[in-house]
């Protein structure tokens, strides 16, 4: 049997295969190996991105706003439970805010708007009601996505903002058969939700059985 010389060696034609077997496989395995680290980093990196883009940071994030000079004293004074003038207008500002103001401050102002309804009275009170309602109508999900997280906002809370509507519905209502007024509600609201998860679903549901209980209690107790 022929041999051949490699590196000094004399080696056997069988050899030679399975030498160059081996080597052809090393190198196959790794190039493998090397596509295996980067389709890792690749979706490593991918993943880091997606965490950024899907609201792994947390749901309030209010010491920007505390901080920043801009933040009127009122709405800083209110969010901290501290005693505020219900008759200064500045007030009625803060419900456009819910919608209107830089995404990173909206949360701060749905602490706001949440804390003052413990003062809500007269025209302050119908504003409320109003602007209150038309928010959950029109931003559902963002309303629900705040309570996601319980450090942030509460049951408590929530049954606060069923009471914010509760002042607009006590407006909207003159008669016994207003019960459609929570039903045509809660049906826009739940269209609204149609890409919520399934915590933010059982928030509704909860918002949802909480606003009939308080609507059936008001109409049984309401005079004609």
Known sequence: MNS???????????????RSSFFRLC??????LAAVIVISMAGCQAGGEKQKESGNAPVCNF??????????ALAKKIFNDEAWDINNDEVLSFLDSLEGAEP???????RVVTNSYKKADGYYAESLGQAGKQYIEDHTREFLHYFDDSTCFTANDLQTWVDIVMLEFSMMSEDEHAQSLTDDFIKKVESGCSDCTPAQHSTLALFSRQLRNSWTAYLKHIEY
Request: with cysteine; glycine share 2%.
């Open 63 to 72: 010491d920007q706003p505390l901080r920043s000079a801009a933040t009127p």
């Open 27 to 32: 190198r196959f395995n790794a190039c493998w």
């Open 4 to 18: 051949f010389l490699i590196q000094g060696k004399y080696v056997l034609p069988n050899q030679l295969y399975m």
């Open 104 to 110: 990173a401050s909206r949360p701060f102002y749905f």
